[in-house]
């Protein structure tokens, strides 16, 4: 069964930084592109970030781009997220989720229950 | 990149059929058949529902369909049945050479 369990979020200062992890299981997780998508409390689902198998091809949202940097460790099977600079708009439920099974970048077919970023003074 | 358009809300009694538009642009849902459709449960992560404007994965029911014509796609649910209410998203990719990623609004299906 495909697990992805996302962590690392909490409440952070604007103008601060948080690392979200998401570790992955159940899959050959080097053979997959992974994404990041948020969502703000009450409101839709946004694209932030992909990342392909090998890390060689990364792509941001310019909501996002200059502040948020993804990565990945196959070794470890898991993906990151490292924020900076973070806004009071970054305050979101932040999902990992995996491209699905021959697709390169998207759609994507597993998702994370999500981690709670809430950036606030 | 602008948000794909749905309406804000849909209803339907038990075993009714209702259909969710999207609405983008040329650039988006109008060029590429690479419409998707995701479910969301109060509470809980998205469903992949559809794929490629049409293309169900395996175990999802045949009761949701996927359409599209022009600049709109359309998610229709056939038998409606209480579960299926939750929220529904639709997205547009725009293809490896550009990379684009744009979800629309979602829409509020309520089973009355």
Avoid: H
């Amino acid at each position: 069964e495909v697990q992805l369990v996302e962590s690392g979020g909490g409440l952070v200062q604007p103008g601060g930084s948080l690392r979200l992890s998401c570790a992955a299981s159940g899959f050959t997780f080097s053979y997959y592109s992974m994404n990041w998508v948020r969502q703000a409390p009450g409101k839709g689902l946004e694209w932030v970030s992909y990342i392909s198998s090998s890390s060689r091809t990364i792509y941001y949202a310019d909501s996002v781009k200059g502040r948020f940097t993804i990565s990945r460790d196959n070794a470890k099977n898991s993906l990151y997220l490292q924020m900076n600079s973070l806004r009071d708009e970054d305050t979101a439920v932040y999902y990992c989720a995996r491209v699905t099974w021959g697709r390169d970048q998207w759609p994507v077919d597993d998702w994370g229950q999500g981690t709670l970023v809430t950036v606030s003074s | 990149q602008s948000a794909l358009t749905q309406p804000a809300s849909v209803s339907g009694s038990p075993g009714q059929s209702i259909t969710i538009s999207c609405t983008g642009t040329s650039s988006d849902v109008g060029g590429y058949n690479y419409v998707s459709w995701y479910q969301q449960l109060p509470g809980k992560a998205p469903k992949f529902m559809i794929y490629d404007v049409s293309e169900r994965p395996s175990g999802v029911s045949n009761r949701f369909s996927g359409s599209k014509s022009g600049n709109t796609a359309s998610l229709t649910i056939s038998g409606l049945q209480a579960e299926d209410e939750a929220d529904y998203y639709c997205t547009s990719y725009t293809g490896s050479s550009t990379f684009t990623v744009v979800f629309g609004g979602g829409t509020k299906l309520t089973v009355l």
